[in-house]
């Protein structure tokens, strides 16, 4: 059974940067076709933040593009969002998700982060 586990969640001032990890075990991240980020705000829907194929290729929404980075780490068996410039609107509760065609979606338990001075 794969399961995600996210760290690296915090309080940050506004202005400031954080790194989120999140790190697979059951299952090797070679064999995961997308993995991602997500973010859910009090009261809002989830949004998707960013997300890199199996290949490496990363996309991300527009509402972060230009201030963070996704990227995986296949030996670490890990992804990461490099998260800079960070907003108060950026606060959420982050969620790791890996999508395997043909089985589904994983999810992690999700990390705070909270933008505020």
């Known amino acids: 059974q794969v399961q995600l586990v996210e760290s690296g969640g915090g309080l940050v001032q506004p202005g400031e940067s954080l790194r989120l990890s999140c790190a697979v075990s059951?299952?090797?991240?070679?064999?995961?076709?997308?993995m991602g980020w997500s973010r859910q705000a009090p009261g809002k829907q989830r949004e998707m933040v960013a997300l890199?194929?199996?290949?490496?290729?990363?996309n991300s929404a527009d509402s972060v593009k230009g201030r963070v980075t996704i990227s995986r780490d296949n030996a670490k068996n890990t992804v990461y969002l490099q998260m800079n410039s960070l907003k108060p609107e950026d606060t959420a509760v982050y969620y790791c998700w890996g999508e395997v065609y043909g089985v589904g979606t994983y999810w992690g338990q999700g990390t705070q982060v909270t933008v505020s001075s």
């Open positions: 059951g299952g090797s991240i070679i064999s995961i076709n997308h």
């Open positions: 890199v194929s199996s290949a490496g290729k990363p």
